[in-house]
């Protein structure tokens, strides 16, 4: 309903900022899942019998996540820095295709 | 761009409504009882009350009162010559003292084990039994450090065995969660 009341929202989106955006939701989602799986997989072992999180399972966890996001963060600085592009990347394409190739 | 993965603001008390407000009530409760003080408060008094009846359940079937022997002057003969209820009295506060000694020690064991444990855990950051058993070995110790070393030493090895042996009972239940919810 507010679509009617308010005339600006008919506008076009903005080419870039769509684009912008969509790069920033995608880095997001991808630190998003990169946390869960790995401070799940250091965090939480397989070996429990209540639905709770017990005190050492919090505490690791809010560590975890705590050191992610400073090493995100810093790392982020870096790559902005000194201009990392996927181009420096491509190594990675190469050990992906090793490694499934099973090798 | 807000950061998204920060909590969103909060609001003050008066802006909240009625379930919000209970919400957050309860979390701060739950917050705080599951803290470490909160944890080791929590069994210090449960372990002082165990620990009276306890006491009061030791002190009726007590057995070590002096014996009569017939020797003049003897407290315990003097004792059944007063009327009933001072003799009552007498004994009504000698199981006073037992049961207070006894709920004191046990508040003690259940503040100090939890406490510690919990700080363990919290250091470690891991949830294994060593927690339970350098909990127990610092309880134990800890209790018995007024009679010297080796006493001290018995004490935390009694502890941490019997605390280990507890902790692994309550853990043989536990298990990797089943691959799927359909065919176990």
């Known amino acids: 309903m507010s679509m009617f009341l308010n005339q600006q929202s008919l506008q076009t989106v903005d080419e870039t900022k769509l684009q912008y955006a969509e790069i920033q939701y995608d880095a997001m989602k ?22 709770d999180m017990n005190k050492g399972e919090t505490v690791c966890t809010d560590r975890c996540v705590s050191k992610f996001m400073q090493a995100n963060r810093l790392l982020g600085a870096f790559a902005h820095r000194v201009r990392l592009s996927e181009s420096d990347l491509s190594h990675y394409e190469q050990i992906k295709r090793k490694y499934l190739s099973g090798n | 761009m807000q950061n998204p ?5 909060k609001k003050s008390l008066q802006e909240m409504t009625q379930e919000e407000q209970a919400e957050q ?11 470490c003080p909160g944890k080791a408060i929590m069994s210090g008094v449960s372990g002082y009350v165990l620990g009276g009846f306890f006491g009061i359940f030791m ?16 407290p315990l003969s003097q004792m059944q010559d007063l009327p009933l209820k001072q003799q009552m009295k007498i004994q009504f506060k000698d199981m006073l003292a037992r049961t207070y000694s ?42 018995a450090i007024k009679s010297g070393p080796q006493a001290a030493l018995v004490g935390c090895a009694g502890f941490a065995a019997f605390s280990s042996a507890i902790d692994l009972y309550m853990r043989s239940e536990n298990g990797r969660p089943p691959a799927n919810d359909y065919d176990m």
């Open chain 2, 59 to 74: 002190a009726s079937m007590a057995y070590d009162t002096p014996v009569g022997t017939g020797i003049q002057n003897n």
């Open chain 2, 5 to 9: 993965f920060l909590p969103p603001p």
């Open chain 2, 102 to 143: 006894s709920a004191k020690n046990f508040g003690y064991i259940g503040m100090i084990f939890a406490g510690v444990e919990c700080g363990v855990e919290s250091f470690r950051a891991k949830n294994d039994i060593y927690n339970g058993t350098i909990a127990g070995c610092i309880t134990g110790g800890g209790l």
């Open chain 2, 25 to 35: 009530g309860a979390q701060q409760i739950m917050a705080v009882i599951s803290s």
């Open chain 1, 30 to 51: 991808s630190t998003l899942n990169t946390i869960f799986a790995q401070c799940s997989q250091k965090c939480i072992p397989l070996d429990y019998g209540e639905n």
